[in-house]
C-alpha cells in the first residue's frame, strides 16, 4: 500500500511539474511573457505573443520534452542490456557517434548535394549507427552473457569518436566552424529556433517510436531483466531483443542529438529514479519515465536561462552538473540494480 500511495504521489508530482515546466519555460526568454498573457497568446488573442510563443518558445518547449523522454527511454534499454545502472547513450558512445556524423557534415568534409531538416537527423544516424555496429564488433563474442563488457566496448567507442572529433576540428574547423561546434557540442536547444515545427515532428516521432516499442516488448524486458538465464530457459531470442533495444536506442537517440547536441546522464538518472519509486515492471516505467525524463529537462532548459539570462547556459553542462554527483552516488552506494 505505502509503494501504491508512492507511485500514485510520485504520478501525480511530475504532471504538476511538467505543467510548471512547461509555463516556465514559455515564460523565460529575451522578451518575458506575463502568466496573464501567455494563455491569450496561445489562443491567438495577442498576435505579438503569439508569434513569440509558436515560432520559437512552443518549438523548443516541446522538442526539450522529446529529447528528455527519448534519452530516458534509451536509457531504460541501455540498462536492461548492460544490467548496469550506469548505461546511458552518452556513455555508451551513442551521442558520441551521432556528434561525429555531424561534425563530418558542418566541417563539409562529406558534402551534401542540398541540404533540409532530415539532413543532420540523417548524419547523425549514420554516426550512431557506426558507432553501434563498432560496439557491437568490440564486444560481439561476449553478447549473450558477459554484456558489461558492452559498457567497456561503449567507452571505447566514445572515445574514439571523441579523438577523431578533436582531430578533424583541428585539422578542417575554421572561426565559423568552430564556434557553431563548440556550441553544438555543450549541448543546446537554442539552434532550435533555426529548426522550428519540423524538429518537433521529429523528435515527437521518435519518443512514439521509442516508447512504442518498449510498451509492446515491455514483458520481455522485465524477463531480461531478471536474468539472462531464465529469458533463455523461456524460449526469447536474447541475441535478437538486444539487437533491438541497441537500434531503436541508437536510432532515437541519433536523430536528436542531430538538433540538441550530446546531453548527458539524463539517460542514466531517470530509470533508476524512476524504478527505485514505481518498481522494476517496466510497462509503466517506461511511460511515467519518460514523462520523468521530459519534465526533467525542459526544467533544466528552463532554468539554464534563468540562471544566465536570455540565452542560457547549455543544457548538457547543467544536466551534468545534477548527473555527475547522482553519477558518484550510484559508483559508491550498495544499492542494488533493479532492486
Not at 513569440?52 to 523548443?60: E, K, Q, S, V
Not at 558534402?111 to 532530415?118: L, N
Not at 526544467?299 to 540565452?311: E, G, M, W
Amino acid at each position: 500500500m505505502v509503494k501504491r500511495n508512492q507511485g500514485g504521489l510520485w504520478k501525480l508530482a511530475i504532471v504538476l511539474m511538467g505543467v510548471f515546466a512547461i509555463v516556465l519555460s514559455l515564460k523565460t526568454g529575451s522578451f518575458p511573457i506575463p502568466l496573464s498573457e501567455i494563455w491569450q497568446g496561445l489562443l491567438g488573442q495577442s498576435i505579438e505573443h503569439r508569434d513569440i510563443l509558436f515560432a520559437y518558445r512552443m518549438p523548443r518547449v516541446l522538442v526539450a520534452l522529446a529529447s528528455g523522454a527519448v534519452l530516458s527511454l534509451s536509457g531504460f534499454y541501455m540498462q536492461v542490456l548492460i544490467r548496469n545502472p550506469l548505461a546511458d547513450p552518452y556513455i555508451m558512445g551513442v551521442t558520441a557517434g551521432a556528434g561525429l556524423g555531424v561534425n563530418l557534415l558542418i566541417l563539409g568534409i562529406i558534402s551534401v548535394p542540398f541540404v533540409s531538416i532530415f539532413t543532420r537527423p540523417l548524419f547523425a544516424g549514420i554516426g550512431a549507427l557506426g558507432s553501434l555496429l563498432l560496439i557491437l564488433a568490440l564486444g560481439f563474442r561476449t553478447l549473450l552473457y558477459d554484456t558489461y563488457k558492452l559498457l567497456i566496448a561503449g567507452i571505447a567507442v566514445s572515445s574514439i569518436c571523441t579523438a577523431l572529433i578533436g582531430l578533424l576540428i583541428y585539422l578542417f574547423a575554421d572561426s565559423d566552424q568552430l564556434r557553431s561546434i563548440v556550441f553544438w557540442t555543450f549541448g543546446n536547444l537554442n539552434s532550435i529556433q533555426i529548426w522550428g515545427w519540423d524538429a518537433v515532428y521529429i523528435g515527437i516521432a521518435m519518443w512514439a517510436i521509442s516508447l512504442g516499442f518498449g510498451l509492446r516488448y515491455g514483458l520481455h524486458l522485465d524477463v531480461m531483466a531478471t536474468g539472462e538465464l531464465q529469458a533463455g530457459q523461456l524460449g526469447m531470442n536474447i541475441i535478437r531483443m538486444k539487437f533491438f533495444l541497441l537500434l531503436v536506442s541508437t536510432l532515437s537517440v541519433g536523430a536528436l542529438v542531430a538538433f540538441t547536441g550530446p546531453i548527458g546522464f539524463v539517460g542514466m538518472m531517470i530509470p533508476h529514479i524512476s524504478r527505485g519509486i514505481l518498481g522494476p515492471k517496466h510497462h509503466q516505467n517506461l511511460f511515467w519515465g519518460s514523462l520523468t525524463g521530459a519534465v526533467f529537462l525542459t526544467l533544466c532548459d528552463a532554468v539554464s536561462r534563468i540562471i544566465y539570462h536570455p540565452t542560457g547556459i547549455p543544457i548538457g553542462i547543467v544536466t551534468a552538473l545534477v548527473g555527475i554527483p547522482f553519477f558518484l552516488y550510484l559508483l559508491f552506494s550498495d544499492s542494488k540494480f533493479l532492486s
